[in-house]
Structures are given as structure tokens and as C-alpha cells.
């Protein structure tokens, strides 16, 4: 009898050391599954801080990179080892004092102190902007909102202009406010901003003297104060030309005897061979370049054209704009020697879609042609047209390009 009451306490008692230990193990289990879950937020915070510092790091890294390639080009010996060419500031704090004094001279003392720009690198320049003190109004920034092509779409969105200086036609606002293109100091601080990113060609929006945007003025009345300014970073400027409604083979075969006739001897101008073999020559990027007829290109770019200009004092480096498979066969007929794909939204057009380059680098080294990707970092201009959001891409803090 004894010997079973034993057998029961002991029984009893290891239930009870079971039960405890599944107890305490289930206790252990929640707070490990409360704290874990309670810092959750904390973990994605620091999951978040991480991603930031690899991004800053990663973008330190590459803008060494790029200064580094910049510094080699250009042959000559890294800034610290070289002595500033305008002004007398050696000190920060003399150079912010400097800044505000005479900016101009601060500008340019800063490029000074720059290894030379990659004329690899080529920036899209715009001089469409005015402003009342300036220009005597406001000029761009108070662009139109453009209606959707499709009536009952475009009745969903906002009409009207921009007002500024608040309310401006931008998706960013100027961290000097809505500037004038024509103002000098803006002018030196644009390109003092490219040599910082070792841009070394601007690619300067244009039109013919007798030609304008619908919301702007004369482009080219600009043009010379913009070589003026660029040669003094040691920044090269390159022709965008604009399209008009006019454009045929007579009319651009008269815009390239002007540019050549006006600009043709300024050291500013860029130029580039196409070819090993061939002649440096300016460089002109046409845009919307098939919405002329193919027969007017062939007639103006072919050497047996009937207004060539192949050959010519006014031969230059003419780079057409491809937006479709399509525009290979003009740009090869029409003689063409490059093409460009402008747009910054990577899967927006044929051209602009980053896995279709490779190929597109194979075609245009068959043809003998330049191949021009070009990149942007984001796109949006939802202030400008407020239908075009599947267009938008972020910046991603500066990880797209």
C-alpha cells in the first residue's frame, strides 16, 4: 500500500515538474514573440539607416570614380596640387565671402579648382527661362497646363497657366528661385554646377533666329553669352535644334550656315569626329528629327544630295533623335551620323528602355554610327502635363539614372 502511495507521489510530482517547465517555455516563447514583434519598427529603421548610409556611400564612391576618370582624361594633376587661376581666396570662409562680393569671380575661381570635365559627358541645356527683373516678365515658368489629345481625358485635369513666382510650371523649384536665362551669375553658377559633375558639353536648346517655342522667346539671342560663359568654365557647347513647323532641307541647310557662319570659329564649340579617320566638326543633335521628311535628310546629309552639305564648310556631326525600331532605317538612309534616345523614362519608348542599348550599340557600330543613351535622374513633369504620371520615375535619392 505504501509502496503505491510512493509510486503516485512520484508520479504527481513529475506531472508537475512537466507542466512548469512547459509553462515557463511558453512564457519565454510570448515575450520572444512580443519583443520581436514590438521591435519590428525598430528594425525596419535600422534596416533603413543602413540602406541610406550604403546608398551615400555608394554615390561617394561613384562621383570619386567619375572625378577620378575626369582627372586622368584631362592629364593634369589633381585640384589640391594646382593653384586657383581667378581670384586670391584660399580659405572657405574668405571664398563664401567671396561668393556673395562677386559671385562671377567666385564661380569661376571654384571650376578653376576642378580637374578638367569628361567631354564624354553631355548635359541637355535649357535657356527658355525669364524673369521680371530681368526680362521684364515672366518667361517658361508660367507655362500652360497641355491638354490630353483626348477631349473627355483632358476634362479631367487642370487647365490654365502657372502663376509665378509661387505657382511655377515645375515639379521642383529652384533652390535660387525663377531665375532668367540671360542673367550672367545664373549662367556661371549652371556651369560651375556641370564642371562639379564632370559634365564637360552642353547641349544648348535652339532655334533660328526667325524661330521660337509657343512660350518663349528667341533662343538664339542667348547663345552668345552662353559660349562666352562656358568657354570661361572650359565647358563646350553643342546645338540641340528644335523642330518647327517649317522645317524642310531649305531651312536646315540655311540654320547650319548660320550656326557654322555666326559660331563656327568660337572655341567653345564642340566638335567631334565621327570617324577615326574623319575630320573634328561641330556637333548638332536634331530633335524630332523624323518628323521631316526622309527625302529633305537625304538631300541635306547624303554627299550626293542635292543640298548636301557633306564635304562643305558647313558639314557637321549630325545626330538623329530614335524613339522606335522604325527610325534605324531613316537614320541609315538619311545618313545620319548618330542617333540619341533623349528621354529619361526608362521603358517609355523603344529608345529610352535601358535593355534594348546593348543592341542598340551592336546596330550602330555595324552602321558606323555614334550611339547616344541618354539618362536622367528620375523623371516627373505632372506640372506641365498633369495626364502623364505613368511617365514618372523617382529618383530613388539619386539611385536612378
Known sequence: MQSFRR?????????VIVFATICLFAMFLYVFIDQNVNDRPNLEKLRATRAKALQRRFLREAKN??????????????AEKRKPVVGKVNEEADGELHREKNPVKYYLWKSSNLPLPNYNVHAFYYPWYGSPDVDGEYIHWNHPYMPHWNKDEAAKYRTGRHEPPDDIGSNFYPEIGP????????????????????IGVAVVSWYPPDQQDDNGKSLDAVLPLILRIANQHRIQVAIHSEPYKTRSVEHMRSDVTYIIDEYGNHPALYRFSAKPDSASLPMIYVYDSYLTDTQDWIDLLQPNGKSTVRGTKYDCVFISLLVTDKHKGLIERANFDGFYTYFAANGFTYGSTHRNWPQLKEIADKMGKVFVPSIGPGYVDTQVRPWNGQTTRDRQSGMYY
Do not use: D
Open 65 to 78: 570614380r567619375i572625378l577620378a576618370v575626369a582627372r586622368n582624361n584631362s592629364g593634369l594633376p589633381s
Open 179 to 198: 531665375y532668367s536665362s540671360r542673367n550672367e551669375t545664373v549662367i556661371h553658377l549652371h556651369m560651375y554646377q556641370m564642371r562639379l559633375a564632370s
Open 7 to 15: 509510486r503516485v507521489r512520484r508520479s504527481f510530482a513529475r506531472s
